[in-house]
């Protein structure tokens, strides 16, 4: 049974409506992950903000530390299947990080995103998360095998759209690249992949680039 914590930045008292609600959500959380993997003990920390959550979800979450995730959200808009699967997918990445392949290039935050991805479907069904289903654009496997090993990546470009690159574009990178691994793989899941290390589906992402320039070698200079 996983030893978790929750708590809540509730000193105004901005969260207080709906307590009994964000309980619920994230014990059905814990439960539906249970049936498919073990999750390590962790404190799941909650505050209210109305900028900077997803426009159409009202919160964000994000783990960025072992053992902890943290989930801000706008009380009026509070969705309890929105807090599950945002629950759901960080708890993947909770897992990963606690692996002995966590990483920190940037193939390590595609696999690490498209993996999550692909365990709020295992977990939860239906279709993709929005970012999820992002098409990657025409050049940006080419651009990863380039920048794959680099540590000083940025994130909000590759994942935000804070740059040149569309916004989302690194989830659906990540995610199309897992499901490709998959298909090639049958028997592997985001369950039992949780571990392995992102140069394992380096190859993955060549064979997409040869898919875009008919065939020719991708350099790996940065």
Known sequence: MTVWN????NARDDLTGVLPEIRAAARDAVARVADHAELPRFDLVLR?????VIPDWGLRGA???????????????FDP??????LVREFHHLIRR?????????????????LAGHFVLQVLGGKPDPWDATAPASGLARRAIKEWSRLDFSHDDWFLGKGDIRKWSGYGLGHKLV????TRNPGENAVTLAH?????FRAIVRQMVDGENGGAEP???D
């Open 179 to 182: 499901a490709e691994f998959m």
């Open 63 to 77: 783990a960025p530390a072992p053992g902890v995730i943290e989930i801000v959200l706008t009380p009026a808009r």
């Open 98 to 114: 606690d692996g002995p392949n966590p990483g920190r290039s940037l193939g390590d935050a595609l696999v690490g995103a498209g």
């Open 6 to 9: 929750i708590h809540f930045l």
């Open 219 to 221: 350099s790996e200079k």
């Open 48 to 52: 209210a903000q109305v900028e900077g």
């Open 81 to 86: 299947d929105l807090m599950v699967r945002t």
């Open 196 to 200: 392995r290390k992102a140069d394992d």
